[in-house]
Structure formats: C-alpha cells, structure tokens
C-alpha cells in the first residue's frame, strides 16, 4: 500500500539516488525493496526536512528517530545510506552500541561522557545514532555493573531538553523490551525525544 505523498521533492527519483549511494557502499546486492517504501519515505522525509510530508506521517522534526525492525532488515544501513541524504547541519554519525559496551570495559565511565557530553575537547555534543541497541551487555568496570546505554541515553535527554541535540537509535527490540532492559525512566524519555519508525514484525530477513 502506498500512500501518496504530496511534496515538491520527487520521492522516486530519491530513492533510486538513494539505491546509487547504497550500492557504492556495499555492492551490488544492496537494494530498495517496495515493500519498504514506506519506511524509506518517512525517513527521507525525515531527513530531508521535508516539513510538509513530515506533518502528513506525524514526524515531529525536532526529535530524532528510532528505527525498529527484527533482525536483518536493513536498519543499519539505510541509517548509514541516510547520511548522505542529510543537510550538513543535520549529519550523524552511525556508532554500534557493542563498540561502546567495549570501550566501556577499555575506559570506563568517560565513555558515558564521551557519547554525551562530547570529548572534552570538543565544544559541542554531536548527532549520533546508537546502532543495534540491545545487542551489547551490561559490563562491569572495576566490579560495579553498569547499564552503559541507559546512563547514555538518559545524558542524551538532558542535551535534547538543553540544547535540541538528537539522538537516533535503530534496534530490534520492541518498546516494552526496551523498558525491560533499559528502565521505564529511558523509555518515557524516548517517548519524548524521538519518532517511532516501525517495520512490520514479518518482514523479511534481507541478509
């Protein structure tokens, strides 16, 4: 089912851009399906900053996005194919969540600082996608356990009230497993700070 959209970009043209750009970035196999058009469309319109489409899907611009989808779906590298879709002001950086669960065991509780507040010697926070949420651990530093991405995410809200900063997320968990895992303090904050894409729980593994 498509919806029709109404907006001065051509939506077709981007996609096949879109499917150009995805394929420069890993072969050949990389490829658009229909089915998913209308997740790709919400996400251009996202990332485009095309306001009109955006208020036609509900999609607030000023929260960030979390991408949900089973396992193998496509969700890390359209974030990563959306990149280059985004205005300057507006570029993310796609960082897996197990990479900072292991700099977490390196480094401790600067990584938390890191990934909000920003290094300590750079001036502003960033954008930043946690990738795959969910897939890493709770680790233990020193002995004391530590929920690494709860700590993150709650740090990111604060920016979000602050400074507007987002935070985009993609993951295979529902949002009662993200309450689960992470607290119903990170998932009411969620709520508040980013947009829901969903793909249908049938959807096929692409890998």
């Known amino acids: 089912m498509q919806t029709e959209i109404k907006s001065h970009y051509n939506y077709q043209e981007i996609i096949l851009w879109l499917e150009k750009k995805g394929i420069e970035l890993y072969g050949n196999h990389f490829k658009i399906h229909e089915s998913d058009y209308p997740i790709i ?6 990332f485009l900053k095309d306001e009109a489409t955006c208020f036609q899907y509900n999609i607030d ?3 960030g996005i979390l991408l949900s989808g089973p396992v193998g779906c496509g969700k890390t590298s359209l974030m990563n194919v959306m990149k280059h879709l985004t205005p300057t002001e507006h570029k993310f950086s796609v960082k897996p969540c197990r ?5 977490f065991i390196q480094d401790g509780y600067q990584i938390i600082h890191k990934y909000s507040k920003g ?9 930043i996608c946690f990738d795959d949420l969910g897939t890493e651990n709770n680790l233990k530093y020193y002995g004391n ?3 690494v991405m709860a700590e993150i995410l709650l740090s990111r809200y604060d920016l979000f009230t602050a ?12 949002a009662s497993e993200i309450e689960n895992v992470y607290g119903n303090r990170v998932r009411s904050r969620l709520r508040e700070m980013i947009n829901l894409i969903a793909y249908d729980k049938t959807v096929k593994d692409k890998r």
Do not use: F, G, M, V
């Open 61 to 63: 611009l000023n929260k």
């Open 99 to 103: 990479d900072i669960s292991y700099e």
């Open 119 to 127: 290094k300590l010697y750079e001036s502003e926070p960033k954008t």
């Open 145 to 147: 356990e530590c929920n």
């Open 163 to 174: 400074k507007k900063i987002q935070t985009h997320i993609t993951t295979n968990l529902s």
């Open 41 to 46: 469309y919400k996400l251009i319109a996202y």
